[in-house]
């Protein structure tokens, strides 16, 4: 093992410590909630950050990839799409009086292990109308999904693919050329 992957195998490991960016965002939002951009705010919102990531270190996450702008347009631009067709969907659903609510809970298993994609994939499943992750298993990177109008094998087999063509979309506009070989090979 060399001395640069021995230090980033400590780095990845290690829980704590000095962590800026979580501090600074933490300070933003610290000055958005105010409503006023201040030294004052400003300041206070950087030692509050730094007081919260000292108090509660978050585990690293490690990331490798790199965005890439076409494929990161075509994931929002397919996100936006999914909130659309979906906000019509639970519309259309919630004004048949006729139909007693149907839902059931899927089990996806992502292709890969990270972090990252895990809690990426959870929010933008989260986001669209009529599904919410109701638990995620970070260990076995799987995603427990509700969907609000599953009713047989189909429908759910339809949202399992539908989870995992999130995961890959993820991955090619961010990941690393061997986690989109790696998504790309589970999907043939």
């Keep these: 093992m ?4 021995s230090s980033r195998a400590t780095r ?3 829980r704590g410590g000095f962590q800026p960016r979580t501090a600074i965002a933490i300070a933003v939002v610290w000055t958005l909630m105010w409503d006023r951009l201040s030294w004052g705010n400003l300041i206070n919102g950087l030692l509050v950050g730094f007081l919260v990531t000292f108090v509660f270190p978050l585990p690293p996450i490690v990331y490798f990839g ?9 994931l ?6 999914d909130l659309v067709r979906a906000a019509i969907h639970v519309a259309v ?4 009086r006729s139909d007693p609510p149907r839902g059931s809970i899927v089990a996806v298993q992502l292709r890969t292990r990270s972090d990252l994609y895990l809690t990426l994939v959870a929010v933008q499943v989260a986001l ?10 970070r260990r076995a990177g799987v995603l427990f999904v509700h969907d609000v109008d599953a009713v047989d094998a189909v429908t759910l087999e339809q949202q399992r693919r539908a989870v995992l063509a999130i995961e890959r ?3 090619r506009a961010i990941g690393t050329a061997e986690e989109i070989a790696l998504v790309e090979e589970a999907d043939r």
């Design 66 to 74: 790199r965005p890439r702008p076409l494929r990161v347009a075509a």
């Design 128 to 137: 669209v109308p009529g599904s919410v992750v109701i638990e995620a298993r």
């Design 169 to 171: 979309r993820l991955v």
């Design 12 to 14: 990845t490991t290690r």
């Design 76 to 81: 929002l631009a397919r996100f936006l799409g």
């Design 93 to 96: 659903f919630a004004l048949r």
């Design 2 to 5: 060399s001395v640069d992957a």
